[in-house]
């Protein structure tokens, strides 16, 4: 097989389009800033970046370090670019929904996300889901999307939960000190783990199956702590800014 082949994906080629063309649909009676929009947007080009480009190919085949990378923004920057490009008011009337209302709890949706995250990267179950393509690996993906929406939707969204700027930038530091131990190991175990890329047909861009898989953890590790901390650095901000403002209103500073 060619290594740099395109694939013809249905998670792009069916799910991508529907879903643009239902939130272009709400916008109609939910308008969004331009900045929205362009979130989702970026959102459904990650999803088709990794999934019919040679990307998807040489995840599927040759390099953990790139299925890695699919899985990251399949999980961590699609949702939130998605989850940021809901306007309030369409967000809101989502949330109405009851299951919406109970998978976006914090205390439900990064439970699901972490357990999620660490199933699949379990190798006997990440070796099964890349033997099955077309069915477990599928599954994979929307898992990894879905609980990804919901670990962010509280963090973006103020309905239906409401969080401070505070408990905002604690779930995100709880995502990343529980999370970043995933890529963490993966670097620093000894051997390879994952049989199917020990198995590769062939090695890509000389690298051995262990230099591979250190490459990829390193890389899911830095990629954490950079999205993660710039997304718990805006709510820890706007966190001591509202204690500011409090302060302000409950002791006013005398006049001059």
Do not use: K
């Amino acid at each position: 097989m060619d290594p740099y082949s395109w694939s013809w994906n249905p998670e792009a080629l069916v799910l991508v389009p529907l879903l643009t063309v239902a939130y272009f649909a709400a916008l109609r009676r939910y308008p969004a800033p331009a900045w929205r929009t362009a979130c989702f947007l970026a959102a459904m080009a990650l999803v088709v970046a990794v999934t019919i480009t040679p990307l998807e190919t040489i995840a599927l085949n040759y390099l953990l370090t790139v299925h890695l990378l699919q899985n990251v923004v399949l999980a961590e920057w699609a949702p939130l670019l998605v989850v940021l490009g809901l306007p309030p008011a369409l967000a809101a009337a989502i949330a109405r929904l009851r299951p919406i209302r109970m998978f976006t709890h914090p205390a439900v949706a990064l439970p699901l996300w972490l357990a999620n995250y660490m199933l699949w990267h379990l190798p006997w179950l990440y070796d099964t889901a890349l033997e099955q393509p077309h069915t477990l690996l599928h599954l994979e993906h929307a898992l990894y999307f879905l609980t990804g929406v919901a670990m962010w939707w509280s963090v973006v969204q103020d309905e239906p939960h409401r969080l401070g700027a505070g408990a905002r930038a604690g779930v995100v530091f709880a995502a990343f000190v529980l999370g970043s131990p995933i890529g963490l190991v993966i670097a620093l175990v000894p051997d390879a783990i994952y049989d199917f890329y020990v198995d590769a047909p062939e090695r890509l861009w000389g690298l051995t199956a262990l230099e591979d898989q250190q490459i990829a953890g390193i890389l899911m590790a830095v990629e954490q702590a950079i999205v993660f901390f710039a997304v718990f650095a805006f709510w820890l901000l706007r966190f001591f800014a509202e204690e500011e403002r409090r302060e302000d209103v409950d002791h006013p500073r005398p006049a001059a």
